[in-house]
């Protein structure tokens, strides 16, 4: 008898590795359907839901009207109703209108039934500056949803932790909202297992081990920091802990403190404005968990209080491999 | 703008049937099973705002007047349909299986007062207007892929209209032909408000027009017209026909809320005059009396039985286990988040040491 052996993995980029992710879900179970504009015949503004429709029909591949309001409560409907929508808005610049209903609804239904009904819903959104995008495209406010208690926010960097993360998203029984940084869609191509698998949500990675100073960084920021680690060891001879956090609420604390406990020293990378920013969250555990281990004051490379500038000006807005590079050593010689 | 609408009606202010096509409908033992859930829940709002009054409720909404629109359409539900209410629609609910203690039990800021019984769809009300009408037409979506011929009610009042959520439900609901009965209340009012205010349109049924839907303009204090035909758009939409917009023109006697003080805004003794014509209870009244099926005794039971229940559920409130701290944090997420247990840890034992 002949044994076929199956193709164990993929070769994608990270829009790919969701768009697995997505086919996977929907091949799995039943009761998941994605909705959003432009997602259906053409198969997502930036492709990540290409051949869907055409491989699972139209009602479970629905191409709604430009209503972001409407696509946010309509998905809460269905969630309630025994469904698990998985909602994409264009733009995380656009989520503004549907922000009511994901405020006062999605993230309170469980709360305010007492668990008699809930909300299973994904709301997917591409985010972040560094493509030229038009103004708002680029909107990085991530700190909006990760205040507002009832929401998981996750942002994965790489192909791997996009697939996995997503289907844990479409998995968990509370609303998720999946960021997806337009810089890294395609800025890579990973090996990555092609069936099912999942990535815990709450959990980050370290990427990169080190002694000197633990950088801590999500989404489009990783790379940044990466390459800052790499150029710290290599020009100045610190030694970086990096950690790709993955999840924005809630933190992986105990990733967190086991790094700053051993290097006493910290920078957190975030292409959001600074205030209110979920690096300061990550500030806060930090000196809840560690501040004795401290060696000096924790420094934070992020965007500016500024709206997100016209491109012509992004790379100046956005955190660079120079500005990380600069406050790790700073730290190191404080 | 010409557009003219018909008011339906069945039920005329002095009690006479004035549409032959239901008449025959119109049995004894439906008009009487009618007036007790009227007499039931205007007994129940009355009670509220006698217990607010005590010290005994929080501040209230009151629905009388409105009896007709929300007891008619809701009568007209079947059992696994669902219900998205306003914070005003208790007669609907009740009226749809709501237990009476836990509508009270919500107005006392109880977090129980939002759980319907175990075999009702009622989904507590939507507090920022009008953001219920994407719901329910994502629930009536979810039941046409589910196969089930199940549908779905959302009520709304008159100022919801101006809330972009009430263009975005019905817009999805029309394109999707989702299984919804958009039931509007038009007293007239948003707290203070007046509809000339609200809108340019001489109607919200006309509002229907846009998304190509019927929209459908009634006596809302005929109970028999809210009943028949919402059960008809009920049917539309069981039948894949698609949403229906019914507006139910009626008017609250009383004030937004036991807050509110409606002389503010509004001329309340001319309010007060027109219940003599257009109250929804004394219309059915007067229709058994022309038909001879009215009995003062019978009526008297029927208002003691009444009193009873709502007795029975006041006490059933008032010794209403206190609220648990724990409800704070248990029910956020399915499995609690680290920062919500250590919050609630750190919470519990600072609770203890102070003795509490």
């Known amino acids: 008898m002949a044994v076929q052996t199956e193709k164990m993995t993929i070769n994608v ?56 309001s409407g696509i946010a409560g309509v998905s809460i409907g269905m969630a309630i109703n025994g469904l698990r929508p998985v909602a994409e808005i264009q733009f995380l610049g656009f989520i503004y209108p549907a922000y009511d209903q994901i405020m006062t609804h999605a993230t309170r239904i469980r709360m305010r039934t007492m668990g008699r009904f809930s909300v299973p819903v994904v709301f997917r959104a591409p985010y972040g500056a560094g493509v030229r995008a038009p103004e708002i495209h680029s909107d990085s406010v991530e700190a909006l949803f990760t205040h507002m208690p009832g929401i998981k926010v996750v942002c994965p960097s790489n192909p791997y932790d996009a697939k996995g993360l997503l289907i844990a998203a479409i998995e968990d029984p509370d609303p998720v909202l999946f960021l997806e940084a337009l810089r890294l869609y395609r800025s890579k191509r990973e090996e990555i297992p092609s069936g099912k698998y999942t990535v815990e949500i709450g959990k980050g990675k370290r990427i990169k081990e080190g002694e000197d100073v633990s950088v801590f960084a999500w989404g489009a ?71 004795l281990y401290l060696k000096s004051p924790i420094k934070k490379v992020t965007g500016f209080d500024v709206p997100v500038p016209f491109y012509a000006l992004e790379n100046h807005y956005l955190p660079t491999p120079e500005r990380v590079l600069e406050a790790i050593v700073e730290t190191y010689r404080f | 703008m010409n557009i003219t609408i018909e008011k339906k009606r069945i039920v005329d202010e002095a009690g006479n049937i004035i549409d032959p096509n ?59 349909d669902w219900m998205f209410p306003t914070y005003r629609d208790h007669a609907a609910i009740i009226t749809f299986g709501q237990k009476l203690s ?59 209209t101006s809330e972009g959520d009430f263009h975005e439900g019905m817009n999805f609901a029309s394109v999707f032909k989702a299984p919804v009965v958009f039931f509007n209340q038009n007293n007239r009012y948003a707290i203070s408000v007046p509809i000339e205010r609200q809108m340019n349109s001489r109607t919200i049924a006309q509002k229907a027009i846009a998304y190509d839907i019927p929209g459908i303009l009634i006596d809302g204090n005929d109970v028999f017209a809210a009943y028949f035909y919402t059960k008809e758009a009920l049917e539309r939409a069981r039948n894949g026909e698609g949403p229906t917009l019914i507006e139910a023109q009626t008017w609250r006697y009383g004030a937004h809320t036991t807050a509110d003080d409606p002389t503010k805004y509004r001329n309340q003794e001319e309010s007060l005059k027109k219940r003599e014509q257009i109250d929804p209870i004394l219309r059915v009244e007067r229709l058994l009396k022309n038909l001879g099926y009215w009995n003062d005794d019978w009526a008297e039971t029927v208002q003691r039985d009444a009193e009873d229940k709502i007795e029975q559920a006041v006490r059933e409130m008032e010794s209403y286990p206190k609220p648990k701290v724990d409800d704070l944090f248990d ?11 250590d919050q609630k840890r750190e919470y519990m034992s600072f609770l203890e040491k102070i003795g509490e």
């Open chain 1, 13 to 68: 980029t990270m829009v790919q590795a969701i768009k697995d992710a997505l086919r996977t879900m929907l091949e799995e179970r039943n009761d998941v359907l994605l909705l959003g504009e432009d997602i259906g015949k053409n198969g997502g503004v930036f492709r990540a839901t290409e051949g869907l429709l055409e491989e699972f029909g139209e009602h479970r591949v629905i191409d709604t009207p430009l209503s972001e």
């Open chain 1, 221 to 291: 920021m990783v790379p940044i920091a990466m390459e800052a680690c790499r150029r710290a060891e290599k020009e100045y001879g610190i030694s970086c802990d990096c950690i790709d956090l993955r999840t924005l609420y809630p933190l992986d604390r105990e990733l967190i403190a086991e790094s700053v406990q051993n290097t006493g020293r910290a920078v957190i990378v975030h292409e959001a404005h600074p205030t209110t920013g979920v690096g300061n969250d990550v500030m806060a555990i930090i000196n809840d968990t560690s501040f």
């Open chain 2, 22 to 80: 239901y008449e025959k409908y119109l049995t004894e033992d439906l008009i009487k099973q009618f007036y007790r859930k009227l007499v039931l829940v205007r007994t129940f709002d009355r009670k509220a705002i006698s217990l607010q009054r005590q010290g005994r409720l929080g501040t209230y909404p009151p629905f009388e007047g409105q009896e007709g629109a929300q007891v008619g359409s809701a009568s007209a539900l079947e059992k696994d």
């Open chain 2, 102 to 160: 836990t509508v009270f039990l919500y107005w006392q800021g109880r977090v129980e007062g939002c759980v319907p019984p175990e075999d009702r769809k009622i989904f507590p009300p939507a507090v920022p207007i009008a953001t219920q009408l994407p719901h329910a037409a994502g629930a009536a979506m979810a039941e046409v892929y589910k196969g089930s011929k199940n549908a779905c009610i959302v009520y709304f009042g008159d100022g919801a």
């Open chain 2, 331 to 341: 029910y956020v997420f399915e499995s609690p988040t680290w920062t919500i247990v």
